[in-house]
């Protein structure tokens, strides 16, 4: 390929990338849902990541706290939640990796149903 066919497709591609990178996010609060109680690793951990997360990005990020059946009721509400990246599961290996184990049915599918982010610690 030329320089001026390659300078050309460069500037193509920047031209509809430009769109794409104008795009701001979070446009508005953003929910971190923790699957267990208040006060235990997982719990702290999401409040530390929302309290920075607000600082940098100028949104307001909220720890839920949705606690109950080892992790799936919390696991539920984010897989049921709509699919806007609003609403972010924080959460241990228990309802991705040992609840597959421990029951016989889970109500999401941890492979399909969740897009992994970060790993955080």
Known sequence: MSHK?????????LTLIAPVA???WPQQPVKMVVPFAPG???????RLLADQFSR?????????????ASGIVGTQAVQTARADGYTLLVSGN???????????????????????ISIVG
């Open 5 to 13: 066919k390659l300078i050309a497709a460069a500037l193509t591609a």
């Open 56 to 68: 940098r990005l100028g949104q307001s990020f909220v720890v839920e706290n949705r606690g109950g």
């Open 94 to 116: 228990g309802p991705h990796a040992t609840n597959v184990a421990l029951f016989r049915k889970l109500p999401y599918d941890p492979l399909k149903d969740f897009a992994q």
């Open 22 to 24: 104008a795009q701001t």
């Open 40 to 46: 235990g690793a997982t719990d702290l951990i999401a």
